[in-house]
């Protein structure tokens, strides 16, 4: 199984500042045909179900803000939530979706 | 807008069979690429994967829960269901539905683009 590691396990910011959260895959996860990396970010706020943010690294959902954006290739990738709003508290999930069985990294808990 | 429900018990007793069930609106299980899937997340714990499935009947596995998982499809109810048998209370879980984005391979799951509200079960002794 390829195994995805986030850092930090939980991170405090103060609104309207950077907030950075990493995630690290045990292999690569770009593929070499098509050069996309199958990395999504999922953003889960307390009591509701997940909600993809941001998949092929750095592509957002249409519903997206644009203060989240997604960078990094082959087995480093980086969230960053560019200015801090109160909404945004919630726990991240980076998840690999490059082969079966599909797994997520631990969890970053983001606080204000 | 695709919705996806989960339904069925939420109390399983140890040693036996749980059994819940998506109902999909607002899309078709059986008329595209899509695959459609099951992710858990004990409480106050991260996320697992545990399976997936396409309509023509392709499906995959965490393989350590192989053997004891079992995925089917309804396209006439549009619906698909989990069957996870002799559970332990280390299966008591809020479980999702999900449907995933086409992937690599065909009839393989990408991306979990959408996810059902969940389902607490709780295993009892």
């Known amino acids: 199984d390829i195994v995805m590691t986030q850092s930090p396990d939980s991170l405090a910011v103060s609104l309207g500042e950077r907030a950075t959260i990493n995630c690290k895959s045990s292999?690569?996860?770009?593929?070499?045909?098509?050069?996309?990396?199958?990395l999504a970010w999922h953003q889960q706020k307390p009591g509701q179900p997940p909600k993809l943010l941001i998949y092929w690294a750095s592509s957002r959902e249409s519903d997206v803000p644009d203060r989240f954006s997604g960078s990094g290739s082959g087995t480093d990738f980086t969230l960053t939530i560019s200015s801090l709003q109160a909404e945004d508290v919630a726990v991240y999930y980076c998840q690999q979706y490059y082969t079966t069985p599909h797994t997520f990294g631990q969890g970053t808990k983001l606080e204000i | 807008q695709l919705q996806l429900q989960e339904s069925g018990p939420g109390l399983v007793k140890a040693s036996e069979t749980l059994s819940l069930t998506c109902t999909v609106s607002?899309?078709?299980?059986?008329?595209?690429?899509?695959?459609w899937g099951w992710v858990r997340q004990p409480p106050g714990k991260g996320l697992e994967w545990i399976g997936s499935i396409h309509y023509s009947g392709s499906t995959y596995y965490k393989p350590s829960l192989r053997g004891r998982v079992t995925l089917s499809v309804d396209t006439s109810k549009n619906q698909f269901s989990l069957k996870l048998s002799s559970v332990t209370a280390a299966d008591t879980a809020v479980y999702y539905c999900?449907?995933?984005?086409?992937?690599?391979?065909?009839?393989?799951?990408?991306?979990?683009?959408?996810w059902g509200q969940g389902t607490l079960v709780t295993v009892s002794s």
């Open positions: 607002g899309g078709s299980i059986g008329s595209s690429s899509y695959c």
């Open positions: 292999q690569s996860i770009l593929h070499s045909s098509n050069r996309k990396n199958y």
């Open positions: 999900v449907r995933h984005a086409p992937g690599r391979g065909t009839y393989s799951p990408g991306v979990l683009e959408y």
